[in-house]
C-alpha cells in the first residue's frame, strides 16, 4: 500500500504570502492528485499531474518522480484560498483504481 | 449536469437503527467510490465499485453494505448503526481508465457529503 505523508498539516499566512504544500509518497506511481475541500466541506479536483508542473491560475503543481514528492505552491494568497488541501496517488494494486488520500493541510490566509 | 448528488445532507440516527445513504452521478462514469472522513483523518474508502453488479471492500468495510445495479447509482447501507461509525460520507465517481490504462489517472469528482451522527 503506498503510504502518503503531507506537511504542514497547519499553516497560516497573510494574504499576498508564497505558499508551499508537501506531499510525500512511499510507492512509484503513475499520478498524484491534489485536491481541494472547502470550509463548507465540498472537495474538488486540482490537479492531476505525472510529471513536471501543472499550473491553474495562482496554483501551480510540481513533481518529482525519482524522489517521490510533489509540492503544491499558491502565489499571491488570498483569504479565499483557505482550505484543507489533500494529496492522493493510486494505493498501489495492478488497476489503479484506489486512492491514498493524505490528512491533509489546514491553510488559514489572513487578510 | 448535476455531478454526483449525495442524499441526504444530515441526519442523525440512534444507536442500532439502519439507513441507506443515497449516491447518483449523471456523468456516465463506471467506478463510483464511498468514502468516511473523520475530524482531522485523511478520506478512507468504504467500498467501490468498477461497474454496475461489480462491488469491492476498501480499507474499513465493516459494518457497511453496498450494491451497484445501475452505473448512476451506488448506495450505501449501514446496518445497526454505531457510534463509531459518526462521520462525514463522501461518495465519488470516475470514468474506468485513464492514461496508461489505469483509473488512478483520472480525477474523481465528490459529492457534497452527508453528515452522520449516531447517538
Known amino acids: 500500500k503506498n503510504e502518503v505523508e503531507q506537511s504542514p498539516q497547519n499553516l497560516t499566512a497573510q494574504e499576498g504570502e508564497f505558499i508551499t504544500i508537501n506531499c510525500s509518497y512511499s510507492v512509484g506511481i503513475s499520478a498524484l492528485h491534489w485536491l481541494q475541500q472547502h470550509p463548507g466541506g465540498g472537495i474538488v479536483s486540482l490537479f492531476m499531474?505525472?510529471?513536471g508542473k501543472k499550473k491553474h491560475g495562482r496554483l501551480i503543481a510540481t513533481i518529482n518522480i525519482q524522489e517521490k514528492h510533489s509540492s503544491l505552491h499558491i502565489t499571491a494568497s488570498h483569504p479565499r484560498d483557505s482550505a484543507v488541501y489533500i494529496c492522493a496517488v493510486p494505493s498501489g494494486e495492478a488497476s489503479g483504481s484506489r486512492l491514498t488520500f493524505g490528512e491533509g493541510t489546514q491553510l488559514t490566509v489572513n487578510p | 449536469n448535476a455531478g454526483v448528488t449525495q442524499t441526504p445532507k444530515f441526519r442523525i440516527l440512534k444507536i442500532g437503527q439502519s439507513m441507506t445513504l443515497q449516491c447518483t452521478q449523471d456523468m456516465n462514469h463506471n467506478y463510483m467510490y464511498w468514502y468516511r472522513q473523520d475530524p482531522g483523518m485523511g478520506l478512507k474508502l468504504i467500498y467501490y465499485s468498477v461497474g454496475a453488479g461489480i462491488t469491492d471492500k476498501g480499507e474499513v468495510p465493516n459494518g457497511y453494505n453496498v450494491s451497484r445495479s445501475t452505473t448512476e447509482d451506488f448506495p450505501l447501507r449501514l446496518e445497526l448503526a454505531a457510534p463509531s461509525q459518526t462521520s462525514v460520507y463522501f461518495c465519488?465517481?470516475?470514468?474506468?481508465?485513464?492514461?496508461?490504462?489505469?483509473?488512478?489517472?483520472?480525477?474523481?469528482?465528490f459529492g457534497d457529503g452527508t453528515r452522520l451522527s449516531i447517538l
Open positions: 465519488a465517481s470516475s470514468y474506468g481508465v485513464g492514461w496508461g490504462g489505469r483509473a488512478g489517472n483520472q480525477p474523481q469528482h
Open positions: 499531474l505525472s510529471s
